[in-house]
């Protein structure tokens, strides 16, 4: 049977760490819309100039950016097996755009894992976290043996901090989350499709955690 989840939650929860998991766990692809929009500003084009502003600032890209991306992505036949679309819908308008997406795809049944972290262990992840420029891998450096700017343990490419996790950009994108993401998972509850992880345990025991509530 296809698995279909949409991870949501607060910056930093662990929402791209799970989704790398969770890909591997079922063999389907990992849709990150922040990765996409970062890829973007690597390769310097249009859309990847305008979001690197925004996302400098902590704010939301434009909705109908965000949909017409998420609709070109999800009618890709690599995401008929399933798929794990991470850091979309982040508005409502986004999440009723999905549900007509969905609807066009005939796309019934999907989850939403709702992560929850309270906010002081969210900067604190996000002052530690490291990726690779690369590959995207994710690293913190409270528990893995990486340094900034030392080599990606996987790849060997120099490992960066976020431009996006400075602590005046991630006390806005947390700002932005309660006030216009966080309400969002009202649509899907009424929805009855909501799972509520607690992200607060190590990497591997929510991994678990999700695996047994699917
Ligand atoms: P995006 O890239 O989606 O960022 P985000 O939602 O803010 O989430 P993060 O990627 O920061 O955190 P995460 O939950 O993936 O945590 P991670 O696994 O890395 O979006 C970036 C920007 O793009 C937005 O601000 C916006 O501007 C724009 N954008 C994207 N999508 C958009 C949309 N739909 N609409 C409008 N704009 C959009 O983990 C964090 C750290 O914690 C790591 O160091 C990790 O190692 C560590 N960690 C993970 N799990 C655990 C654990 N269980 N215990 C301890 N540490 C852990
Ligand atoms: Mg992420």
């Known amino acids: 049977m296809e698995t279909r989840l949409i991870l949501f939650g607060p910056p930093g929860v662990g929402k ?16 990150s819309t922040g990765d996409i ?4 500003v690597t390769a310097g084009t249009v859309l990847g100039m305008k979001a690197k502003v925004i996302m400098d600032a902590g704010k939301l890209v434009p909705d109908d950016i965000m949909i017409n991306l998420v609709r070109e992505t999800l009618a890709s036949p690599r995401t008929t097996k399933g798929f794990i679309l991470d850091g979309f819908p982040r508005t409502l ?11 066009e795809l005939k796309i019934v049944r999907f989850h939403v894992v709702n992560f929850e972290v309270d906010d ?3 900067i604190r992840r996000l002052d530690n976290r490291l990726i690779c420029p690369k590959e995207g891998k994710i690293y913190n450096l409270e528990f893995d043996a990486v340094n900034k700017g030392g080599p990606c343990p996987s790849c060997g490419a120099a490992l960066i901090q976020r431009d996006d996790d400075r602590p005046a950009t991630v006390r806005e994108r947390l700002r932005v989350y309660h006030a216009t993401t966080k309400p969002v998972v009202e649509f899907y509850r009424q929805q009855g499709v909501v799972m509520t992880i607690d992200g607060t345990g190590t990497v591997d025991v929510v ?8």
Do not use: V
């Open 16 to 31: 791209g760490t799970q989704a790398k998991l969770l890909a591997e766990n079922f063999g389907i692809p990992h849709i």
């Open 37 to 40: 929009l970062r890829a973007a």
């Open 93 to 103: 308008e986004q999440a009723k755009a999905l549900s007509a997406i969905f609807k």
């Open 120 to 122: 002081e262990e969210i």
């Open 207 to 214: 991994n678990r955690e999700i695996r047994m509530m699917l």
